[in-house]
Structures are given as C-alpha cells and as structure tokens.
C-alpha cells in the first residue's frame, strides 16, 4: 500500500463548479501537508501548504486536513478554464530546523475546467 | 525570480548508455532532488542531496547515482540506461526548515 493515496481522475468539470479533491495517507508521523498545481510540460509549483489539522484558505483555494482521519482535501471554488492543471498532494514528516525538505507525493489528479 | 534549470527538454538515449541528467539552481538551497513521475505513480524521490558532496538514496535509487560537487548543481546519472527507466525527471531544490521545493521543467527522458 502507498503511503499517500490520490484519486488520479481524470476529472473534468464545467467552468463555476466547485471542484474537491482528496488524498488519504497512512504515516501518522506526517504532520506538513502541501498541495502542488503542475500545468502541462511545466514543473510542479506550490500552491498550498497546511501544517497539522485545519483549513486554510487563500482566495478562492481552501485546504482542510483531518489528521484523525489521515484525510486531507482541496477545494476549488469558482473553478476557471485556468485551473486546469495536474494537482499533486505532498506531505513531509519531518520538522523545521535540519528538515531536508523530503516529500512524499501522490499519485496526481489531472483537472480539466471547461468553458 | 528563482530558477531551477535542467540541462535538457527531452533526451533519446539508447539501452546500456551512461546518462547524465544536469540540474543548477540559483537560490542558494542547501538542499536538492531527484524524482522521476509516472503516470499513475506520481513523483517518486530516487536521490536528494543536504549539502556538497553528501547525498542519500530515495525511494527508488536502484539503477541511478549522483553527483554534487557545487551546491548550485546536482547531476543524476543513470549508469546503464535500460527502457524502464524512460520517463519524466523532475530536479528539485529547497531551503533547509522550508517545505517548498522549486522545480525544473522537466526532463523527458526516453530509452530505447
């Protein structure tokens, strides 16, 4: 079983939708978790980033994380033609200080918003 | 505006080559990555690197070493190229305590 578990869709939806999605993940010792935007033939950019449970929101993008469940979501509101884009979840167990950085990502989910 | 650069857009290389992946960042970031990203598979992490000259095994090393001898650029190298290690590889650095990393674009790599 993978650590970190995203439905990789593909997911279309028609421009103003509200667009959800999800990973579920088994290392409890994850405490940061990221969502990363990647368009196509470009590298992965961050988008998002969460430590431990809550929401957070910036404009119209909010992560919610449910460490009790090991569930963390992103929804899009208002979703434009724009957001089409392959959406990764990353999350990481190690602490600030001497952290490497190290991720652990999911599979990807691909988007398509269409007019 | 940072920048982390791969030497290479797309490579066609052949089974049983030695392949050099090049990787420069301009941020300063003590610490660089190797994934590779499959479809269906998502980013796995083969090397990462904390500091010159020191280096620790992904996920996935198996069949690929590197290389850091500046802290600005940080070489993959598949040592004899099979075809299942076609694919995309994405270079990666970040600044030591921060969780963002910064990509390249990418280098697809196709081994035939």
């Known amino acids: 079983q993978k650590e970190v578990e995203q439905d990789p869709g593909p997911l279309s939806v028609p421009e103003g939708a509200i667009v959800s999605l999800n990973c579920t993940y088994s290392?409890?010792?994850?405490?940061?978790f990221m969502w990363y935007r990647q368009y196509s033939r470009k590298g992965p950019e961050l988008l998002m980033y969460?430590?431990?449970?809550g929401n957070k929101e910036d404009g119209r993008f909010t992560a919610q994380v449910d460490k009790s469940s090991k569930y963390i979501s992103l929804f899009i509101r208002d979703s434009q033609p724009s957001d089409s884009a392959t959406y990764l979840c990353a999350m990481s167990a190690q602490a600030g200080g001497t952290s490497y950085g190290k991720l652990t990502f999911g599979q990807g989910t691909i988007l398509t918003v269409h007019p | 505006d940072v920048k982390v650069t791969q030497s290479s857009r797309y490579l066609v290389k052949r089974t049983g080559e030695k392949v050099f992946l090049e990787c420069v960042q301009d941020?300063?970031?003590?610490?660089m990555f190797w994934y590779r990203q499959d479809p269906g598979l998502g980013l796995r992490l083969i090397y990462f690197s904390y500091d010159v000259k020191m280096k620790e095994k992904g996920d996935i090393p198996e069949g690929y070493s590197v290389s850091r001898e500046k802290k600005e650029r940080f070489s993959l190298i598949l040592e004899s190229a099979s075809t299942n290690q076609t694919s995309m590889y994405l270079c990666a650095s970040s600044l030591t305590g921060s969780y963002e990393a910064f990509f390249g674009q990418g280098t697809r790599l196709t081994v035939v």
């Open positions: 941020m300063d970031h003590e610490n």
């Open positions: 290392n409890s010792a994850f405490q940061y």
């Open positions: 969460t430590y431990s449970s």
